[in-house]
């Protein structure tokens, strides 16, 4: 079941070689990643390009009105406040990100072929989005986001991929109205809770419900105890020894989180609504 986008690597390669068809941007300039680049090139899309603080905005020309791309250029503005006050600021040089909105599902299939609501590549500042009529994009915006800035701040990670998925639904923050914590709570009290030793070596592998707001709710209780510090030595040291996934404290951490989960009033998600609408 794969409601949110993860990383996808390979993009390229799924994507065909055209005639640029753009009136607005250069098919290649050094400063875009070899992706960005792909799309902009890509045949059958015209692209109208937005220049604004951080990043190049892209819409399937015609497609959106001069309202609709000042809003989704004042929401990229809000949300990048909201994770850089978390993340840190990226490199004064890091290069701006290119971020591509389109109308529709069908549209993500014809050019990245898969109907993902949503990406950012790994390797380089570039994202694609569906901003679709009646689908909610903030928190899938702001998770994609995460990880795009969470890459250029922090580096490339050498955890594993729980603690990069679980900052980024941490930051996106709650889905449905309902806390990374409670529906945490929800898995455990329905015998669902993923046992940590499993999240962290094989988070891939696992359901993304409940194994993403798992992680999430983990990595909240580790920045309410440690602060950002503690999660960025674990992204950048991976092993963090001392035989336990969360180094010599581990056992400590991993009881009292799960205290608080028991604790905490259980929810959990409707799922239909949320591949149909976001959260």
């Not at 791309?69 to 990229?76: P, T």
């Not at 951490?253 to 591949?275: C, F, G, K, Q, Y």
């Amino acid at each position: 079941m794969h409601w949110h986008s993860t990383l996808v690597c390979g993009l390229v390669l799924a994507l065909s070689a055209g005639a640029a068809e753009r009136p607005n941007a250069a098919s290649a300039e050094p400063s875009r990643g070899p992706v960005a680049q792909k799309l902009l090139s890509q045949q059958g899309f015209a692209w109208h390009q937005t220049d604004v603080p951080g990043a190049r905005i892209y819409t399937v020309a015609g497609a959106k009105d001069d309202a609709e791309i000042r809003a989704i250029a004042s929401q990229f503005a809000d949300l990048r406040d909201e994770i850089v006050a978390v993340v840190g600021a990226p490199p004064a040089d890091a290069p701006l990100a290119d971020l591509f909105f389109l109308s529709s599902r069908d549209e993500m299939t014809r050019l990245a072929g898969r109907p993902l609501a949503g990406f950012v590549q790994p390797g380089e500042p570039t994202g694609v989005f569906v901003a679709a009529p009646g689908y909610r994009l903030r928190t899938l915006f702001k998770h994609e986001l995460t990880h795009l800035y969470t890459f250029q701040t922090w580096g490339s990670p050498n955890a594993g991929a729980w603690l990069v998925e679980g900052i980024a639904v941490w930051v996106a923050g709650p889905c449905q109205g309902k806390t990374v914590d409670a529906l945490a709570a929800g898995a455990l009290a329905d015998n669902r809770l993923i046992p940590l030793k499993e999240l962290v070596g094989r988070f891939r592998k696992l359901p993304e419900d409940p194994a993403f707001f798992e992680a999430a709710s983990l990595v909240g209780f580790i920045l309410h105890e440690e602060g950002i510090a503690g999660i960025r030595r674990r992204w950048s040291a991976g092993d963090p020894g001392g035989g336990h996934p969360l180094g010599s404290n581990g056992d400590d951490l991993e009881m009292r989180w799960r205290a608080m989960l028991s604790r905490a009033e259980p929810a959990r998600l409707d799922v239909p609504a949320l591949i149909a609408s976001g959260c």
